[in-house]
């Protein structure tokens, strides 16, 4: 079992920055490819940012230049910086360790059957 809590999401402005923290076991990271994946309201969960176990990290189109995943394996943390934030960023930010590959997490999505989700935090961007 990997208990995944998120934090971070809120509201700001077009333009703004926020930081999404998940606190994990240390073990997730050896063990798991860690993601921050999304679901926009009325649409299926997107990858948005994935960090393999060899610390290779993997962005979805929409997030390159703007977002950034990152870990601290002293406090056990994975963080997902947030730049200049756009109205079509607005959704539930979700935590993840999951088996899969970074790139495949970020190209095609994965459903919340597999691996291990926290119970997401809401980002809400206005123009």
């Known amino acids: 079992q990997v208990q995944l809590v998120e934090s971070g999401g809120g509201s700001v402005q077009a333009g703004g920055s926020l930081r999404l923290s998940c606190k994990a076991p240390?073990?997730?990271?050896?063990?798991?490819?860690m993601a921050w994946v999304r679901q926009i309201a009325g649409n299926e969960r997107e990858g948005v940012a994935g960090?393999?176990?060899?610390?290779?990290?993997k962005y979805g189109d929409f997030a390159k230049g703007r977002l950034t995943i990152s870990k601290d394996n002293a406090d056990p943390t994975l963080y997902l910086q947030m730049n200049n934030l756009k109205p079509e960023d607005t959704a539930m930010y979700y935590c993840?360790?999951?088996?899969?590959?970074?790139?495949?997490?970020?190209?095609?999505?994965?459903?919340?059957?597999?691996?291990?989700w926290g119970q997401g935090t809401q980002v809400t961007v206005s123009s």
């Open positions: 240390g073990y997730a990271f050896s063990m798991y490819t």
């Open positions: 993840a360790a999951v088996p899969f590959d970074a790139d495949l997490v970020v190209t095609r999505g994965v459903s919340e059957s597999f691996g291990y």
């Open positions: 960090l393999d176990k060899d610390g290779t990290k």
